[in-house]
């Protein structure tokens, strides 16, 4: 190796975080910007927290009071998008950032500079996604009333705004397939001598599995959206029946995208328990093969049951009843990995600090939305959930507990580590039960109002669901205001929280990450650790 | 729309006790599907109650370790981990039991709805009444093909509604009960979804596809659902209102729809003038029919979304424009064509608009004109 | 190990990530403003272009002079070899996703509305349409038209495409085997073929939307045949780019036997272009 290049990593070897802001734009260190991918989650969580919000509010009482039916739907799909490509993908990919290097004992990610182009090309997708809800109240054509799933031939219907929406998701979808490739390479290719793939720890294996499917379905979703725009500007007719295409072409694209989504929103947060209860019980993850095994399995299953959401479009009877079976299958799994968590507090010696209470309480509320999802995927049945008030309690019951609160788990257990300074527990525990109560209130009784015949994406209802959607709105009212206080509880820590007593910061914590200091130096591993 | 009966038991308590609204608690509380009102939907109810069973059963079990495990397995209660727990039998055997249990419980699941998919999934080859239902941005068309008649089916505005605010039609779909009846569904521009809870299923309406589904109506009544799939600006506002009646009423009804088709044909023809009284009068039904939903009984429209009428240039600017609004529709708007109206009902329209709610500017409109403005704007289009 | 660790290169702060993301930008809203004919549309587009190439050119750059200063030790060099292939196996999904839209129209919602299968019913709606691909749907949107044969110009193309395929592992021998000629004339071979490719297929173009009234707007068939070979003409111009950037990058000698990861990029990315069009032949043209 010739001077020039050993002086450069000699000088790499010591030295520390660059200065201004060259630090944070410029950065090549998967702290900084596992940082930003943080804070950037947070700041969306909030645009699509006020938009759910203005949706409740509305919903409070039959009648149009504060929105017209195309400002509703454009603000339901904005929260929907939000929500999922804005708040939890980019939550998870930043603890991915922060974590996964020092879990398997590597300097940093496989490839720096790619890791910061797929953070940065995030604000600007998620710049276009605004575009898209605000240029029509801005005179700019009629506004996006389709909802999240872009159904044509509405979304060809809609003006301009879809364009911007379309690109949007294009940005964000780039930006998710290179944090993947990252991630796989990483995962593959930097693990510190002896750690064997089934050494590697859970949240790494979850971040594997969940890379895999996101370079799958992502180019799909791709391609179904560079379709709609040839349908909508270029004469083609993929999905209208007039020129021999269908409608239902795009449906079949997006779930196809779109199942697997589910659960690249789910892995993640379950890799993040699989490290709190372990912690917190003081004993190791029971069955961490099986885990693993499960993990890979619910990829397989997930990649081959798209259809359930599309029971109503008239499936040939050969067709339902295989994706009935098969999402019904989903939960062996789902259902070993629910026990192995259970089986680990099992016989444990437990405390409850925040990240464990978060935990136990996922442990059964995502069952719940589970089981109403199995519920679901039973054909006859679903023609009347299906398009319900129903469906939205089933999926706020899986992505809340299934994705955000796995996240929230994951701030409490990990900001200790990131920033050397402890939370304030109590009010961290008044979070998690304003959270949790506000939660279940909000969402509960919308399964009621789902069977009784409330369909989902209407402004307005007929009085028989007042009471319901009274409680609900309260409910969400109380859990937006819990997050103002998390918002409180984060930012108080960092800036102004006490030094962690000691490390590691919790006792009953494993792992490379925890042989670090909290706060971890700059880079992490100069010299890879070995294993013993 | 009133509580399934059936539903009362099962979770009648639940709101009552989880939700602690019992004062407000209403006799019309839906908390569970509305009582069926045919076999088919009395099949899916059991699916979705045997379903909800076994849901709740495992929701207790799960519930029930945890519950355990966080009250005895605590360090504060001074309880050391076992670390060896997986060494245990659940340890060796947990593995294999779980899944197969699981692997039970997803198959008694799957197999026991199978037979109600199978049965519901095609029409039966005797199905006595064929109605194509076709969805248009917002309101239902119900053709019956083999008696030639069709009807147009529009949310009603609130002050006819009432109650059934967003619920309730002009004209239901009225079926006979006790009678074998196959929907073939489709749309007309969007996807919609057909949805009668009573009736136990819902099926997307599909642009240039048919899609199918049957029912056989056990008994008399209204039963009412909305449109499922969203359609746009007023998918809240297009109900399905079904009217199950005796098969001779049905004939009666039939009968009956026949002459009337019969008596607008001939009042339609052009040459006739009509007196200011008549034309306000048709004109009054109309509106009340058809725009009040949007632009308010008293003209004065929702804004910013739904422009008033009542003293705007629409109405009272020169009389081909507001005609050509009304034939053609303002495209990228919720205000669709009404160019399906006869001459008559557009001419007896226009003459309302242009002199109800107190302004106006007296004019009567008679349907020779109407039929000028439409060939001039078909000729304008050519 | 420790050391390979150690010596594992992290490169310095770089404002790359930045400008690439925001010339994305620039091109999106660009096309966006185009399409809906706005006024400055052609600035933001061209900005956002023009952008794009300097970035290009500068990232490469400094990767480049890494590679050159010998930063990059075997695990960076297995790094950039993981992302590549993992980078194809996203672009094959994108054109899976192609290939399987083609194959639902044709194969299972065509006979639907030719009034055959499970929606049969929907016959009722287009009275007389008779299902056989290729079509135009029951409006015959885009009006009468005569489909593309497959034993013209695209069997041509085919040849070219596999005998490219050829020139280019025959370089890359040259390249191990330090046969600086062979390398050099295998990949302005290539490059020529794929260019020659790239004239052809516009060609084909101009003969369907001139002679057989095969436009983007005539039904399925149009938007399906453009879709697939626009996006996959597409990524041959990418390629025969990447090819005219690793031939002047031959001729400067930066490659080594032992260190030639941009070239086996390409190469792959090469293949992964040809494999394609095989695809498109046969279901495309052929079947
Ligand atoms: C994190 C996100 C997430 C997750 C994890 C899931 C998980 C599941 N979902 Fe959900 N789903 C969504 C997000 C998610 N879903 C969203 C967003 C939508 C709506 C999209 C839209 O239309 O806008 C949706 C809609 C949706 C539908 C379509 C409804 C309709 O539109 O008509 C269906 C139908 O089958 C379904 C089924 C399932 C099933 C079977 C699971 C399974 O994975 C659940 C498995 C888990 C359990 C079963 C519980 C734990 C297991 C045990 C305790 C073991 C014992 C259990 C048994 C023996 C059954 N979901
Ligand atoms: C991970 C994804 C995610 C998350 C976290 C949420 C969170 C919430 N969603 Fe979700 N939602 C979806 C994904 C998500 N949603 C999707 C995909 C749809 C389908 C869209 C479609 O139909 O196309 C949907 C649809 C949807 C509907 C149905 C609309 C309809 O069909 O008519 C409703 C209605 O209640 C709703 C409510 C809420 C509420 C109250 C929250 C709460 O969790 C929000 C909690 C609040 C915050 C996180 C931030 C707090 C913000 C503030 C405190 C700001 C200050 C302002 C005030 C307090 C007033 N959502
Ligand atoms: Cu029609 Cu919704
Ligand atoms: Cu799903």
């Known amino acids: 190796m010739n001077t020039t290049a050993a002086a450069l990593h000699a000088e790499q070897e010591h030295h520390a975080p660059p200065r201004g802001p060259r630090r944070w734009f410029y950065s090549t260190n998967h702290k900084d910007i596992g940082t930003l991918y943080l804070i950037f989650a947070g700041i969306m969580l909030f645009i699509g927290g006020a938009s759910a919000m203005i949706i409740r509010a509305e919903l409070f009482m039959p009648g149009l009071q504060l929105v017209d039916p195309d400002l509703y739907n454009n603000l339901i799909t904005n929260h929907g998008l939000i929500m999922i490509f804005g708040a939890v993908m980019p939550a998870a990919a930043g603890m991915a950032n922060w974590m996964i290097p020092m879990m398997i004992g590597s300097p940093d990610m496989a490839l720096p500079r790619m890791n910061n182009l797929s953070f940065w090309l995030l604000p600007a997708g998620a710049t276009m996604l605004m575009l898209s809800f605000v240029v029509p109240l801005l005179g700019g054509g009629t506004q996006i009333n389709t909802g999240w799933t872009l159904y044509p031939p509405l979304s060809i219907q809609v003006g301009p705004a879809m364009d911007f929406l379309i690109f949007g998701l294009h940005l964000m979808g780039i930006s998710s397939i290179l944090a993947s490739i990252n991630i796989i390479v990483t995962l593959l290719n930097m693990r510190a001598p002896g750690m064997t793939l089934m050494k590697m720890p859970v949240f790494c294996w979850t971040w594997l599995v969940t890379a895999f499917l996101l370079i799958l379905v992502m180019p799909v979703l791709a391609g179904a959206l560079t379709m709609l725009i040839f349908d909508r500007h270029f004469g083609t007719s993929f999905f209208s029946a007039a020129g021999g295409g269908d409608p239902v072409l795009f449906q079949h694209l997006f779930w196809f995208f779109g199942h697997p989504e589910v659960y690249i929103l789910l892995l993640p947060s379950f890799g993040i328990l699989a490290h709190v209860i372990p912690t917190f019980t003081r004993k190791p993850l029971f069955g961490y093969k099986v885990v693993v095994g499960s993990l890979i399995g619910i990829a397989c299953l997930g990649m081959v049951v798209w259809a359930h959401h599309q029971y109503t479009i008239g499936m040939s009877l050969a067709a339902v009843q295989y994706f009935m079976v098969g999402t019904i299958l989903i939960s062996i799994p789902v259902g070993l990995i629910v026990f192995s968590f259970i089986a680990t507090m099992w016989r444990g010696s437990m405390t409850f600090e925040t990240p464990m209470l978060f935990a136990v309480a996922i442990i059964l509320t995502f069952t719940f939305g589970g089981l109403s999802g199995i519920m679901l995927a039973v054909v006859p049945a679903d023609m009347q959930y299906h398009d319900s008030m129903f469906v939205v309690a089933h999926f706020h019951y899986v992505l809340l507990p299934g994705a955000v609160f796995g996240l929230l788990a994951g701030v409490f257990y990990w900001l200790p580590k990131w920033t050397g300074r402890m939370y304030n527990e109590r009010l961290a525990k008044l979070f998690f039960w304003s959270n949790i109560i506000g939660f279940n209130l909000t969402f509960f009784p919308q399964h009621f109002l789902g069977l009784a015949g409330m369909p989902r994406r209407i402004a307005d209802y007929n009085l028989i669901f007042t009471e319901f959607n009274v409680v609900s709105s309260v409910g969400a009212a109380l859990f937006g205001a819990s997050f103002l206080l998390f918002a409180y509880v984060v930012i108080q820590t960092v800036v102004a929280g006490p030094r962690v007593s000691r490390d590691p910061v919790w006792e009953g914590a494993r792992g490379l990450e925890w042989e670090l200091p909290s706060p971890p130096p700059f880079h992490s591993w100069p010299k890879a650790p070995v294993l013993t | ?382 | 190990m420790t050391t390979e660790h150690a010596a594992y290169h992290i490169p310095e702060p770089s404002p790359w990530p930045l400008v690439a993301t925001t010339s994305a930008f620039g091109i999106l809203l660009g096309v966006v403003l185009t399409i809906h004919g706005s006024d400055g549309a052609g600035f933001v587009l061209a900005g956002g272009l023009l952008l794009f190439a300097v970035l290009i050119y500068a990232w490469f750059g400094d990767v480049i002079r890494e590679s050159m200063s010998g930063c990059h030790t075997e695990q960076v060099d297995r790094s950039f070899r993981h992302g590549m292939l993992w980078f194809i196996a996203s672009e094959v999904f994108f054109f899976l996703a192609f290939f399987g839209s083609l194959f639902y129209l044709r194969v299972i919602a065509l006979p639907w509305l030719g009034g055959e299968g499970y929606l049969a019913e929907s016959q009722l709606l287009h009275e007389g349409f008779a299902a056989d691909w290729p079509t135009s749907g029951p409006a015959e949107s885009g009006g009468a038209f005569e489909p593309m044969g497959a034993w013209g110009i695209p069997a041509l193309n085919t040849a070219i495409l596999l005998s490219s395929g050829l020139t280019i592992t025959w370089a890359h021998w040259g390249l191990k085997l330090e046969r600086r000629k062979q390398l050099i004339r295998g990949l302005v071979a290539t490059v020529i073929l794929g260019l020659t490719f790239v004239a052809l297929q516009a060609w084909e173009y101009r003969e369907a939307y001139t002679e057989l009234n095969l436009t983007l707007a005539t039904g399925v068939y149009g938007s399906t045949f453009y879709l697939l070979t626009g996006f996959h003409g597409l990524h041959v111009t990418i390629g025969a780019v990447m090819l005219i950037a690793i031939l002047g990058r031959s001729l400067k000698g930066h490659f080594r036997p032992e260190n030639h990861f941009a070239f086996e990029a390409v190469a792959w990315y090469w293949h992964f272009v040809d494999v394609v069009w095989l695809g498109l032949f046969i279901f495309v043209y052929m079947l």
Not at chain 2, 5 to 32: C, K, M, Q, T
Not at chain 2, 40 to 63: C, K, N, P, S
Not at chain 2, 165 to 185: A, M, Q, S, W
Not at chain 2, 327 to 350: F, H, Y
């Open chain 2, 1 to 382: 729309m009133r509580a399934g009966l059936i539903g009362r038991p099962v979770f009648g308590w639940i709101p009552l006790l989880l939700l602690g609204v019992a004062g407000s608690a209403r006799a019309e509380y839906g908390v569970n599907f509305p009582e069926p009102a045919s076999q088919g939907a009395r099949e899916i109810y059991d699916v979705h109650m045997l379903t909800f069973w076994i849901a709740t059963v495992l929701m207790v079990i799960v519930t029930g370790l945890v519950a355990y495990s966080v009250w005895k397995h605590r360090r504060s209660r001074g309880f050391e981990a076992d670390a060896r727990f997986h060494e245990g039998w659940f340890g060796r055997w947990g593995w294999v039991s779980v899944p197969v249990l699981v692997l039970g419980v997803d198959l008694t699941i799957a197999t026991s709805a199978n037979p109600t998919l199978v049965r519901l999934w095609h029409p039966p080859a005797d199905v006595e009444l064929d109605v194509k239902v076709t969805g248009h941005q917002w309101w239902w068309e119900y053709e019956y093909l083999d008696h030639g008649v069709t009807v147009e089916s529009r949310a009603a505005p609130q002050e006819i509604a009432g109650d059934n605010y967003l619920r309730e039609v002009d004209n239901p779909l009225v079926l006979p009960v006790g009678t074998k009846v196959r929907f073939l569904h489709t749309s007309a521009d969007v996807l919609h979804a057909f949805w009668v809870p009573a009736l136990g299923f819902k099926k997307d309406a599909i642009p240039g596809y048919i899609t199918e589904t049957w029912t056989e109506i056990d008994r008399e009544g209204v039963f009412r659902g909305q449109c499922a799939e969203l359609c746009g600006t007023w998918h809240a506002r297009m109900p399905i209102v079904v009217k199950a009646v005796s098969r001779d009423a049905f004939d009666l009804w039939v009968r009956e729809r026949r002459a009337e088709a019969q008596r607008a044909a001939e009042e339609a023809d052009p040459t006739r003038e009509w007196s200011r009284d008549e034309l306000m009068a048709r004109g009054e039904q109309t509106y009340v029919a058809r725009c009040a939903a949007c632009h308010m009984a008293n003209g004065e429209g929702m804004p910013p979304a739904f422009p008033p009428l009542k003293g705007s240039k629409a109405v009272l600017g020169p009389v081909e424009d507001h005609v050509g609004v009304i034939i053609n529709g303002v495209p990228g708007t919720a205000m669709q064509s009404w160019a399906r109206l006869n001459d008559l009902e557009i001419a007896a329209l226009v003459t309302y608009e242009r002199n109800a709610w107190g302004g106006g500017t007296g004019e009567l409109i008679q349907p020779a004109r109407i039929a000028a403005v439409r060939s001039e704007s078909q000729s304008a289009a050519r």
